[in-house]
């Protein structure tokens, strides 16, 4: 796109959540300010999602896992506006803000994530409980001060994903949470002497718990949840929640003390609503992240119909192409990094227990990897705090690289053998 010279462009970022943030860090380090960025957002924080169950089983508080979106844009020297979204008008490259104002862009990056629709589930409201954002995870943390035990079941709601373009299908979003939940409800439960009288359910609408890894990862996650005595349910999918149990769609119940879900994961009705969705409301992109029929608009995250599972990793490399390709269309000198998936999942267990799942068997590679032990543990609790105290930067890539390498390594040598 060609340039004025009384005219900066503008690149309008829709969301303040690890995408977002991190292409808005990416156009400050290949542009500066060559281009006007705003960043929109209903909220005055940003969010650490991988933190809330820290949040939910620690105690941890929840201001460790927010930062200020304003103090962020401002270390940026872009605009950072607290506003929902009203409506988008794809054709007029105008984004209607529900404070009444609107805005025009060049180029418009959506990364708004999705809506945890907790009223899909009946009953969620009076019984239920979740880790998915912070209303919910301190919510939890409350119950299980007064949780005097009985049987714990947990799980996630099924996904629906799109059709028009090509990603992996699975049964759920995401089910590393689910897998954090119950390690640190067994480490909590254990503590408090109440482990013994309450058993922990694992349900899944899957035929396997965590199906998007390979049989390598299964292997080491079976062996987990024996060593912890954590039992799973296959083919599941939860119907609604009652105070003592929960009903399953095929009729059959299950005695519950305490409900844990992972809700439904749905589509923002405005992306629906300006034609930019797939037939679930997800964003079709390509792998450069740029909508398929708006060469002006991008998308990262969640939102888009390509991020399957639903994952931070995913939505940080998503933003970073999507940041690179703005920047190369505004003249910016930079490389566009390739679209390579990866699951990358860490589960806390306890102080100092982690196990990290790296795996590209959902993308048809050949790692399939676990790693347990205090090194996971300190890799997440450093990610945290480097990209809390940073306001958003990712930290240096090297450790990504050396912890692919590794996998890759170990990979070659259980070959030859």
Same mark, same amino acid.
């Given at each position: 796109m060609k340039t004025t010279r009384n005219h900066r462009p503008r690149v309008l970022i829709l969301g303040g959540g690890f995408a977002g943030i991190t292409a808005m860090q990416n156009l400050k380090k290949?542009?500066? /300010?060559? #281009?006007?960025? +705003?960043?929109?957002?209903?909220?005055?924080?940003?969010?650490?999602?991988?933190?809330?169950?820290?949040?939910?089983?620690?105690? $941890?508080?929840?201001?460790? +896992?927010?930062?200020s979106l304003q103090a962020a844009a401002d270390a940026s020297g872009y605009t950072f506006l607290r506003a929902g979204i009203e409506k988008i008008e794809p054709k007029g490259r105008r984004v209607y803000l529900d404070n009444g104002k609107r805005l025009s862009y060049d180029y418009l990056l959506i990364a708004v994530g999705v809506n945890k629709n907790y009223a899909a589930t009946p009953g969620f409201g009076e019984?239920?409980?979740? =880790?998915?954002? /912070? #209303?919910?995870? !301190?919510?939890?943390? &409350?119950?299980l001060q007064h949780f005097e035990g009985g049987p714990i079941v947990t799980g996630a709601v099924p996904y629906k994903a799109g059709t028009r373009i090509k990603a992996p299908k699975l049964m759920t979003p995401c089910e590393g949470p689910v897998g954090e939940i119950i390690f640190m409800l067994d480490y909590y439960l254990k503590n408090k002497g109440l482990r013994q009288k309450? !058993?922990?359910? +694992? @349900?899944? !609408?899957?035929?396997?718990?965590?199906?998007d890894v390979g049989a390598n990862v299964h292997k080491d996650a079976e062996a987990l949840l024996k060593?912890? /005595?954590?039992? =799973? +349910?296959?083919?599941?999918?939860?119907?609604?929640?009652?105070?003592?149990?929960?009903?399953?769609?095929?009729?059959?119940?299950? $005695?519950?003390?305490?409900?844990? %879900?992972? !809700? $439904?994961?749905?589509?923002?009705? @405005?992306?629906?609503?300006?034609?930019?969705?797939?037939?679930?409301g997800f964003i079709p992109t390509d792998k450069q992240m740029r909508h398929l029929d708006y060469p002006e608009i991008f998308a990262a995250g969640d939102a888009t119909a390509?991020? =399957?599972?639903?994952?931070?990793?995913l939505a940080v490399m998503q933003a &970073? #192409?999507?940041?690179?390709? #703005?920047?190369? $269309?505004?003249?910016?000198?930079?490389? %566009?990094?390739?679209?390579?998936?990866? %699951?990358?999942?860490?589960?806390?267990?306890?102080?100092?227990e982690a196990t990290m799942i790296y795996s590209t068997y959902l993308f048809g590679g050949k790692i399939d990897k676990t790693l347990d032990g205090p090194i996971p543990f300190l890799m997440k609790w450093s990610f945290d705090f480097y990209y809390n105290y940073t306001l958003g930067h990712m930290p240096p890539k090297m450790g990504e690289k050396l912890l692919e390498k590794h996998f890759e390594t170990s990979k070659q040598v259980e070959d030859s053998i």
């Open positions: 290949s542009m500066g /300010d060559k #281009i006007d960025v +705003v960043i929109c957002d209903n909220r005055e924080t940003s969010l650490n999602k991988p933190r809330l169950p820290e949040v939910a089983m620690d105690g $941890e508080p929840v201001k460790h +896992v927010r930062f019984y239920g409980y979740s =880790v998915c954002d /912070d #209303i919910h995870a !301190p919510r939890l943390w &409350e119950r309450s !058993p922990i359910t +694992v @349900f899944t !609408p899957a035929d396997i718990f965590f199906e060593q912890h /005595d954590i039992r =799973v +349910v296959t083919n599941k999918t939860i119907s609604c929640i009652k105070r003592d149990h929960v009903v399953f769609k095929d009729g059959s119940t299950m $005695e519950s003390a305490l409900t844990i %879900i992972i !809700p $439904e994961y749905k589509a923002h009705s @405005f992306i629906q609503n300006a034609g930019l969705g797939d037939d679930e390509l991020s =399957v599972p639903k994952l931070g990793h &970073e #192409i999507a940041a690179s390709m #703005i920047a190369g $269309e505004l003249g910016g000198n930079v490389k %566009i990094p390739e679209y390579k998936p990866a %699951i990358l999942c860490i589960m806390n267990r306890g102080p100092l």
